[in-house]
Nanobody, 126 residues
């Protein structure tokens, strides 16, 4: 699976962004999808994930209530809508894909994912 993330940019605190991740190469609906981020000097962290059907969604406490993950299997795309952005949200955001299945809590584990996109930079100014 090849993944192409887009939608990042420079925004002000309180603004919204929608990140997109377009997949190609394999049957998109066979994959659970996740978003992770990595800020300068910090480790990669889980942001949100959605299973292959969209029936299971999970998000990190740091973005819960401010973000929505969704997918359109017909368009082979997963989205991350982020609202009320904060300077702490500044990071490179990566989308990732894993074979469908397994316990829902494993969607949070980056080592579970087989494919990664190149990342898109989100910078939130105060």
């Amino acid at each position: 699976v090849r993944l192409q993330a887009s939608g990042g940019g420079l925004v002000q605190a309180g603004d919204s962004l929608r990140l997109s991740c377009a997949a190609s190469g394999r049957t998109f609906s066979n994959y659970d999808m996740g978003w992770f981020r990595q800020a300068p000097g910090k480790e990669r962290e889980f942001v949100a994930a959605i299973n292959w059907s969209g029936g299971i969604r999970d998000s990190a406490d740091s973005v819960k209530g401010r973000s929505t993950i969704s997918r359109d299997n017909a368009k082979n795309t997963v989205y991350l809508q982020m609202n009320s952005l904060k300077p702490d949200d500044t990071a490179v955001y990566f989308c990732a894909a894993k074979q469908w299945g397994g316990p829902g809590h494993r969607l949070r584990i980056p080592e579970e994912y087989d494919y990664w996109g190149q990342g898109t930079l989100v910078t939130v100014s105060s």
